[in-house]
């Protein structure tokens, strides 16, 4: 059996269609078709099911997927091998990162990342969408999630804590901070959101049941830049991530509420996803490792100074 052929199969399979995988090839369409062709013939068998938009294995199709899978990634990894001689590590890694976390933590660990390897192309897209999460051009996606896709490699990047908080001069009209979580429900919250969506907050006590409370944003933004700028400009209660506000709670430029409860409306966890099975050239091996150490560095406790 013809290994080329085998390897094709391959990205037929991971592209979901014959015209996915031609683009991809550098192939036409007739030509993936027919060598699909060819290779069914001699097995003897259908390898794929094909419709106009989607190509799905037979039960022969996904045993020979796994063989097609090891003999590419083995192909691969001689060719890398073979390119890096006598040369520093260069290679494209795709990354898709969430807009807040992304701008304001990761940004730092990615510039730093291409001072140590300058002859990386690094392609960073901003994005919170949570479907196809791992593209043809995203090698690695880090995302915020409750728990991570079954289909996807996730590895653990660590909590996400979100805080309530607020200015002291807003605490003051309001004749402070809310107390129990069911009073964020009747307050101006600035917080992120999803179109379409209704905003709700999961606080959960250190025993007992959680606390399910809807919210009324009256500033909701993806952009936690901005939604900092709200907050510090006193327009309401801030319901983000640690990390929007860390420098201005140690300065008591805000204070914090609720810290008895671990709060959440998008998720807890942040995730590293990959596709099982895909190539992992060695710049997206070192691109890997070094942001798991990162953020294994970044989960130090938050030092919420003044609270109330």
């Known amino acids: 059996m013809d290994p080329s052929a085998l390897t094709l199969l391959v990205e037929i399979l991971d592209a979901g269609n014959l015209s996915r995988a031609a683009r991809k090839l550098k192939m036409t369409r007739a030509n993936v078709s027919y060598r699909l062709a060819q290779l069914e ?15 799905e294995p037979t039960e022969i199709g996904k045993r020979l997927y796994e063989h097609g899978l090891v003999i590419r990634n083995e192909l691969l ?18 990354l ?36 196809n999460l791992v593209r043809d051009e995203i090698d690695i996606a880090i995302r915020v999630l409750p728990e991570p896709p079954p289909h996807l490699v996730a590895r653990d990047m660590g909590p996400v804590r979100y805080v309530a908080c607020a200015t002291p001069a807003w605490a003051q009209a309001h004749g402070g901070m809310p107390q129990a979580p069911g009073q964020l429900a009747q307050l101006p919250i600035i917080t992120s959101g999803v179109v379409g969506e209704k905003v709700r907050l999961r606080a959960y006590p250190a025993s007992g049941a959680f606390h399910e409370v809807p919210l009324a944003p009256t500033l909701v933004s993806e952009h936690f830049p901005f939604l900092r700028e709200g907050i510090l400009a006193g327009l309401g209660i801030g319901l983000v991530p640690d990390y929007v506000v860390k420098d201005a709670i140690a300065s008591g430029a805000v204070l914090t509420a609720l810290g008895d409860y671990r709060l959440s409306i998008f998720g807890n966890w942040l995730f590293m996803l990959y596709m099982p099975g895909r190539h992992q050239t ?15 560095a970044a989960q130090r406790p938050l030092h919420t100074g003044v609270t109330g």
């Open 41 to 55: 013939k001699q097995v003897g068998a259908q390898l794929i099911r094909r419709t106009t938009v989607l190509a």
């Open 77 to 94: 990894l001689a060719e890398e091998s073979i390119a890096r001689l006598g040369k520093e590590l260069e290679g494209r890694v795709g």
């Open 96 to 131: 898709s990162v969430p807009s807040g976390y992304g701008q304001m933590v990761m940004a730092d660990w990615l510039i730093e990342f291409k001072r140590r390897y300058p002859g990386i192309v690094l392609d960073v897209v901003f994005e919170n969408r949570i479907d």
């Open 282 to 296: 060695r710049a997206i091996r070192t691109c890997i490792d070094y942001l798991l150490e990162c953020s294994q």
